[in-house]
Nanobody
């Protein structure tokens, strides 16, 4: 089970952060990712981080968002800076346990960027 927190309402140019906590048994062996579903659009991958700390960012968020993890806390984070209206979406975290490819999704959390 993944527990997501953070998000909310922010003005353009502001910052938001999200966290996703997983089971300690599997977290350190997992690739963790953030996805978002904006109104009228398909769900898209925002960023991911592997157990070896390799990261990927969608071009729309690169240089503005930072994904990182704390294996001791079994938690992944997404720091969102310089947010834009188009970042408004429901954000989801996803866990893929490396090796078994077992997949878990966290509950969606809504981020709204507006004046």
């Amino acid at each position: 089970q993944l527990v997501v927190s953070g998000g909310g309402f922010v003005q353009p140019g502001g910052s938001l952060s999200l966290s996703c906590t997983a089971s300690a048994d599997t977290f350190k062996f997992s690739t963790m990712s953030w996805h978002r579903h904006a109104p009228g659009k398909e769900r898209e991958l925002v960023a991911y981080i592997t157990s070896g700390l390799s990261t990927y960012y969608d071009s729309c968020v690169k240089s503005r968002f930072t994904i990182y993890r704390d294996d001791a806390e079994s938690t992944m984070y997404l720091q969102m800076n310089s947010v834009k209206r188009e970042d408004t979406a429901v954000y989801y975290c996803k866990q893929i346990t490396e090796g078994s490819f077992s997949t878990n999704w966290g509950q969606g959390i809504k981020d709204t960027v507006a004046s």
